[in-house]
């Protein structure tokens, strides 16, 4: 599986971006797309995550109401939309891919998810 992530870039506090991750390669029968972000000195933390195939989204409390994550599946891409973003939303935001079906929430330990793509830099000034 290979997963590309884009879309980041520096904006101000207020300020929107949208993130994509175009996945390609292995498929599943069905998979989670997670994504996830890690600052500087602080852990790797769950942002949003949604089962490919009928799963409803799923949502860290800090992003809940600013972040929207969705998938479109003919082009086997999942965007994070990330509105009214904050200084403390700055991170390198990661995508990534767990083979599986869930029901209910999606995993939100990072550890769960087996294939990662690289991270797009996310930087919101004051």
């Known amino acids: 599986v290979q997963l590309q992530a884009s879309g980041g870039g520096l904006v101000q506090a207020g300020g929107s971006l949208r993130l994509s991750c175009a996945r390609s390669g292995r498929t599943f029968n069905n998979f989670v797309m997670g994504w996830f972000r890690q600052a500087p000195g602080k852990e790797r933390e769950f942002v949003a995550g949604?089962?490919?195939?009928?799963?409803?989204?799923y949502y860290s409390d800090s992003v809940k109401g600013r972040f929207t994550i969705s998938r479109d599946n003919d082009k086997n891409t999942v965007y994070l939309q990330m509105n009214s973003l904050k200084p403390e939303d700055t991170a390198t935001y990661s995508c990534?891919?767990?083979?599986?079906?869930?029901?209910?929430?999606?995993?939100?330990?990072?550890?769960?998810?087996?294939?990662w793509g690289q991270g797009t830099q996310v930087t919101v000034s004051s």
């Open positions: 990534a891919v767990e083979p599986g079906t869930y029901l209910g929430d999606v995993p939100r330990r990072h550890t769960t998810y087996r294939y």
């Open positions: 949604i089962l490919w195939h009928g799963g409803n989204p």
